[in-house]
């Protein structure tokens, strides 16, 4: 997609703080939604998913959430910490494919 | 369980050389299988996917091929690399469609 050749936008969050990574997407025949966490030179890792027939689904001091009216998707990160520093991506399921979409840089203040 | 390698780390060729970087997957069959490329500080552009042996669905049309001679066998070649084939590229397999794809680390590609 286009956002491939976008610079990343950064999130700053104090740490200890509740972090809100927001994304949109485009298709509305997608029905499965995923969440991921890229450090730096290595490969991105699964954090959260959440499919179509959901709103909401929390994990391990994460939540996702999904708004198919606006199409668009946010992934909660409760109480911050130094080791989320990190580019997040959400990507969606298009039948074999999996389209990852603009990512975010999250930066952590002490 | 299941795990992915994809070599090498890191590779600087020169412009017009080949390429083939190589990905495997162990511990599962018949995985979907894809190739991304990620330029630095961009997102993850889709290059390649597959969904069995011989079958390669191409996303970008650009100088690079895939094949997937085996089930577990992922292979991303170039016959002629350009400077703008730099970047990071990744693989990764996922059960079936619409489930979490999981990653190897990537090789980092400089083309001089």
């Known amino acids: 997609g286009e956002s491939v050749g976008l610079h990343l936008p950064t999130l700053s969050v104090q740490e200890g703080d509740n972090s809100i990574i927001n994304c949109a997407y485009s298709n509305s025949a997608s029905d499965y939604f995923i969440w991921y966490k890229q450090e730096s030179g290595k490969g991105p890792q699964f954090i959260i998913d959440i499919r179509s027939n959901m709103d909401k689904r929390q994990g391990q001091r994460v939540t996702v959430l999904l708004n198919k009216t606006v199409k668009h998707l946010s992934l909660q990160i409760a109480a911050t910490q130094p080791g989320d520093s990190a580019v997040y991506f959400c990507?969606?399921?298009?039948?074999?494919?999996?389209?990852f979409g603009k990512g975010t840089r999250l930066h952590i203040l002490p | 369980s299941q795990t992915i390698h994809q070599w090498p780390a890191t590779l600087v060729q020169p412009v017009g050389s080949p390429l083939s970087l190589e990905c495997t997957v162990e511990?599962?069959?018949?995985?979907?299988l894809y190739w991304y490329r990620q330029a630095a500080g961009r997102g993850l552009q889709l290059l390649f996917y597959s969904v069995g042996i011989g079958q390669i669905s191409s996303e970008v049309p650009q100088n690079l091929s895939a094949s997937r001679p085996q089930d577990r066998q992922f292979i991303l070649s170039s016959k002629k690399l350009l400077l703008s084939d730099s970047g990071f590229y990744l693989c990764a397999w996922s059960y079936q469609p619409n489930t979490e794809a999981f990653f190897g680390q990537g090789t980092r590609l400089t083309v001089v």
């Open positions: 511990g599962t069959s018949n995985p979907n």
């Open positions: 990507a969606e399921a298009r039948g074999d494919k999996i389209i």
